[in-house]
């Protein structure tokens, strides 16, 4: 069981900047690919970022590619998801997730592989 809280959301302009964190409980966190979805008012959830269990791999998103980066602080049991040059159209809840599934599977951008989910924090980007 993994239980998961995430923080770090607000208002920021356009080109800023925030550091999202996901705290983790629960001893199989190490087990765990973790990713960052995020969704938009009347859009579906989509999936934004995606890091292995040792965090020595990542996979992101087009549209986020060379702005935002996932890590992940095993010792901790935490998450994070920097975001840099912000756009409107990031505006989103921000949400994390944790499967037992590898890095590799090429399904994780698919919110049904994933077995827990935070709570989401706001993201607001304004222009």
């Known amino acids: 069981q993994v239980q998961l809280v995430e923080s770090g959301g607000g208002l920021v302009q356009a080109g800023g900047s925030l550091r999202l964190s996901c705290a983790a409980s629960?001893?199989?966190?190490?087990?765990?690919?973790m990713a960052w979805f995020r969704q938009a008012p009347g859009k579906e959830r989509e999936f934004v970022a995606a890091?292995?269990?040792?965090?020595?791999?990542?996979y992101y998103t087009d549209s986020v590619k060379g702005r935002f980066t996932i890590s992940r602080d095993t010792p901790n049991n935490t998450v994070y998801l920097q975001m840099n040059s912000l756009k409107p159209e990031d505006t989103a809840v921000y949400y994390c997730?944790?499967?037992?599934?590898?890095?590799?599977?090429?399904?994780?951008?698919?919110?049904?592989?994933?077995?827990?989910w935070g709570q989401g924090t706001q993201v607001t980007v304004s222009s």
């Open positions: 997730a944790a499967t037992l599934r590898p890095l590799t599977d090429d399904r994780l951008t698919n919110t049904r592989q994933y077995d827990y």
């Open positions: 629960g001893r199989t966190f190490s087990s765990n690919t």
């Open positions: 890091i292995s269990r040792r965090g020595d791999s990542t």
